[in-house]
Structures are given as structure tokens and as C-alpha cells.
């Protein structure tokens, strides 16, 4: 595989052996023929290996430090489709972000954007990468809990304070259901959360920033005067967010007065206006609940479980239904973290819901995952049991990430990792080691996040490590590691800055129909749009905002005429054969027949060297590598 990487060595090696076949069949007929099979399966090896690579599987990379001397106390990825992701972290002394390609995550450089503790945490990014917000929420007297957003659009710009609203506790200002959604612009964005006023009740609120007016404004989604003895849920498990590029869509559970009634509310925005909601009694009240919207906008799915039972629900151009139960856990065991994901092409008619779902008992856990079409949920990984798990996936990307050994302090392994492919059949899944050591009391506790890039095929996870201090006690300092997961070395197409699918020896997407669903992008009105030959034009839908960002990004595409283009080893082979080879065993024994009048064999070109000097050179070589020198071996007896 080293030597066919290089189209120059491949062409010599084939020459060497073309030589020795002829040296060593020493025929007439025979010896052509065995020569012209010979070249034809050269010939067919180096195309081969020459268009289509070294075909290999999804490669790891890192896990790569975060150069900081603080402890990292929370933390928020979102990635862009096809570009950057913004990550931001909390540590003792603030609140720290960057904005980086996959790339930068070798030696990310993070920005100190506020020195102080701050309470929840979240991040988002617009589809091309080019604009990114981050929310936080800091707890003031009182239980007055603060609601600040910062913008980035290639640089941080100042805090924004959003709103100020009363907690139940200190523990209800962190938010964990704190969602952010960005306009594909980069310039508005939407902040969606529920959070607890009361011990038990909560409310499910929207903040939508108008870029125009600097303005913000709120959005009571749950529950209000219209419904006064229902409220929401504030735990994430029971509250999901997920968007296409006009289509915001917000599912959460809500439960009565009493406790004992609970529903399901889903609420649609269309280009930020209020749609009619839909409500779904559950049953149950260990509920969670997962989404996604399909990129067309006209087909979202939830995901829910009550622990013994997961159901979808989907929803098509305005209408509600009960998909039916797709999984019933066996005896003992409980459904926990389920996660959905539309696959397949760009219309959702086309398309195909998979839905990925943890289970457990007492001593043992597995990941399985269940198809639209497909007779049986399956099963992707076990292990043994602990609770830190999270799965992502973006249009036919499904990426797991998970922790092993976590907390034990018996020498036994403890490992990060990672389910991955960018497929249609989950049958085809893969499994990776992140990282694995034996060292005991490395691993005492772990926080795990992650992301998925689903026009690059790139998964990426971070994790942050606790030490133990004992058998029993939690240690001080912690370290965090980010790594990523792609397909670099797989066959197949990518997604090109002019929104097209093209075909490559390396590229993410195994197939053309993987490619659509996640090679999209917003349009611009006034915008610019990167041209086949790599030039950025203005146009009234281009894919990207402004002259420099396209330009930053665009280059040219291989045409359709030029995609069977000749390697430099094809190019060289075929100089040999019908530059050289042939010219000269068509001129010499042209000039053998009519000048001196050859006969037989003795028509080729210096036939005493092809047929007589080489073959016997080569034959001696052979004698001396392979025969045994003895001592009574003298030169006479060579």
C-alpha cells in the first residue's frame, strides 16, 4: 500500500516487472502473450489504486489537551453543518469560548469573555459557520437569575442582557434546558428554555432578538392564564429543540397541578411566527423526549420513552400523528437518552427517521438503535453499567459517545468511546476507542459533550476527567480533551462550497444520497454565490452574505467531463507503452524484416539481449540470492 501512494514507484515497479516476465519466459508467442496479460493486469492495479485510493474505514483523531490551569466546570459545543464550531466553557474564574474548524482543535486559543461565575450555559451556530451565539444565565439577590447573550461574527462582540426573572431555588437558575438557535444569517437568534418559579412548576418561555430594532422579545410558550393548573417541566430530559432552515420546532412535556397528568406540547415557528401547537397525553412520568426536523421543513419526528415504552410521534405539513410503539424494554430493564435523526435525501418523503435509545438494568446497558422500515430495533453496543452516555447524529450521521470504568478504582480499564458512521444501514456502524488506561483512580468522574458536522462527516466529542483521591472520595483538578471522529479515508462525495455533491477518493459521504442530506445552506438575499470555476458572483439567493466570506471559502470543482481525469502514473504508463515500447518494437522490427531480412524470432529488435543476455543475467541473479554458500564453495566452483 506505501508503494502504490506514488504514482512514479507504481510505474517503476510495473517496468521491473515487465522486464523480468520477458527475461524469464525467453519465448517466442508464448512469452508476448504472457507479457500483454501481464501489462493489462499492471494496468488495471494502477487504476485501481490511482482513483480510488487505499479504502479505508473512520479514522480518531486526538484526544488533544486544553492548555488552560483552571478546572472546567461545564461546557457547551455546537457545531455548523459544513464549517466552524463554537465552543464555550465555565471554569472557577469565568466564562471562556473560541470559535475554530476541527482543525483548531489541536491548540484551540479560548477568549476570556467574562470574569465571573456564571449559572447555565449554552452555544449556537448557524448552518455555514459564520455566526455564532453564546447565553448564559448568573444568579443575582434575591433569586433573581440574569439572562445575557453574546454575538459572534468573527470576533466576540459585547454582553447583551436579555431579561431578568425570579428562580424557585438557586438550583433553578442553571437552566439546563437553555437552548440557542441562530438565523441563518448569523445576525438574529432565538434563546428557548423552561425553568422553575415555583417547586414544582415551570415555564416554558422564547426570546427572539430583533436585529433591526436591538430588542428582545419574549414568547410565553408555558403555561400562562390561558391554562393556569398545567405547567412545564424543567428537566432536559423532558424538553427538546431541533430546526431546519425555516422551521423551529420545541417539544416539552407538561404535567397538572395533581402531578399526575402529563402531555407532550409541541410548538412550531416558521421563520420566527407562532404556529398552532399539538398536545399528546403520555403516560408515565419518567418521560424524555428527543426531536428532529427534516431540512426540508415539511416532516419533524419526537422521540419519547416513559422507561418501559419509546413512541414517535410525527408531524407532516400541519397535521399530528402517533407513529405507534417502535420498542418495548425487556423485564428489568429501562429506557433512558433517546435521540432521533431523519436520513437520506433532501425531500422527506424520501427520507427515514432512526431513532437511537439507551437501556439498562442493574448490572449491564445497551445502545440500540430503531429504523423507520426496518422489522427490529438492533442492537449497536454493551457494556457494563454507568450513566454517561450522549448520541448525536445530523441527517445520516450517527455518532455515540460513552465512558467505560468511570469511578472505579481496581486498576481496571476505563476508556471513552465512540459508535460512528455516516450510513443508512445502522447495521454498519462502527465502534472506536477514544482513549483507555489502567492507571486506577484516572477516571473517578467524567463529563462527556458532543457534536456532529453532518456535510464533513465529522463527529467530535469532549470529555473533562476527574481524578479520585481515594477509594471513596472525589480529587481535586481536572483535565479536558477534545477528539474527533471522520471518514477521511472512504470513497465517495463531498459536499463543495456551491452546495453540490461531488465525487472524491477521500470524501465523507459514502454514497450520493448520504451527500443530500446534509449538503444544504441558506440563501441570501443581495448575497454572493461561489461559481463552478471558484469564483464568488453576486446574486439574489446566494449561499453566502458577503464577498469575503465567500471568497474565503469558495474554489473550483472538477466539471463533469473532467472527473475521469488520468493519474500521473496512468499518464506515465501509457508514455511508455505507446511513447516508447511500442514505437520501438514497431520501427526495429519493421527495419529487422526489410533491411536485414530476419526471420523468427530473430525479427526483434536486439533479440540476443531480450532473449538471451537478460533472461540469463536474471537467472544468475536468482542462483546467487537463493543458492547456500558451503565451505568447500570456491570461487572456481561460481
Known sequence: QFFFQFSLLRSLLCVCFFLSVIGLTKGKMIGLISVL????????????????????????????????????????????????????????????????????????????????PIAGLATGINSEGFGAWISYTTLGDNLSCQLFAIRWNQEFEKVLKVDTFTVADEDACNVETLNVVVSQDGSSVQIIFSYRYDANKGQAVVYQYNQVSFQWKKTQLCCGSDDPDRFALADKTHFTVSTSEEIMMVGFVTTSSSLQSNELVTEFFRNGVRLSPFKFSLDGSAIEVASAVHIDGTEAVISGTNGTHAVLFLYVTGEAFIVDTIYVAPSGWTIHHPSVAFMGEQQAV??????????????????????????????????????????????????????????????????VE?????????????????????????FCDMQLYGASQSSTGVSIVSYTVTPCKNATQKGQGTKTYFAFVSNEEQEGYYCSPQLKCVSNTTSPFPDANSCSSGCF????????????DGSCVASNEGQFPSI???????????????????????????????????????????????????????????????????????????????????????????
Open 37 to 116: 496479460k501481464f501489462m493489462m493486469v499492471l494496468v488495471m492495479l494502477n487504476h485501481l489504486y490511482s482513483n480510488h485510493g487505499v479504502i479505508g474505514t473512520a479514522m480518531t483523531h486526538g484526544p488533544y489537551l486544553l492548555d488552560i490551569s483552571e478546572d472546567v466546570d461545564q461546557m457547551s459545543i455546537s457545531s455548523s453543518s459544513a464549517g466552524n464550531l463554537i465552543v464555550a466553557f465555565q471554569t472557577s474564574v469565568g466564562l471562556n469560548a473560541f470559535v475554530v474548524g476541527v482543525n483548531g482543535l489541536v491548540h484551540p486559543q479560548p477568549s476570556k469573555l467574562l470574569s465571573a
Open 350 to 415: 424520501n427520507s427515514k427517521w432512526r431513532t437511537i435509545l439507551q437501556i439498562r438494568n442493574v448490572m449491564d446497558q445497551k445502545i440500540i438503535a430503531c429504523e423507520q422500515y426496518l422489522e427490529a430495533c438492533v442492537p449497536l453496543w454493551e457494556q457494563s453499567t454507568n450513566d454517561i452516555f450522549i448520541s448525536d447524529q445530523a441527517g445520516s450521521l450517527t455518532s455515540i459517545f460513552f465512558s467505560e470504568g468511570v469511578g472505579n478504582v481496581a486498576g481496571l480499564p476505563s476508556s
Open 418 to 442: 465512540a459508535v460512528y458512521g455516516f450510513t443508512s444501514h445502522v447495521q454498519s456502524l462502527n465502534s472506536f476507542t477514544i482513549t483507555s488506561t489502567t492507571a486506577p483512580q484516572l
Open 521 to 532: 445552506g441558506p440563501s441570501f438575499q443581495n448575497g454572493f454565490s461561489c461559481t463552478d
Open 548 to 638: 469575503d466570506y465567500c471568497s474565503s471559502v469558495c474554489y473550483s470543482i472538477p466539471s463533469s467531463s473532467s472527473k475521469a481525469r488520468l493519474t500521473g502514473g496512468s499518464i506515465f504508463l501509457l508514455v511508455l507503452v505507446f511513447g516508447i515500447i511500442f514505437p520501438y518494437l514497431f520501427v526495429g522490427m519493421l527495419y529487422k524484416m526489410l533491411v536485414k531480412k530476419a526471420q523468427g524470432w530473430e525479427i526483434f529488435p536486439h533479440h540476443e539481449f531480450w532473449f538471451d543476455t537478460l533472461p540469463r543475467n536474471i537467472r544468475a541473479g536468482f542462483r546467487c540470492a537463493l543458492t547456500k554458500s558451503t565451505s568447500s564453495d570456491k570461487y572456481e566452483s561460481l
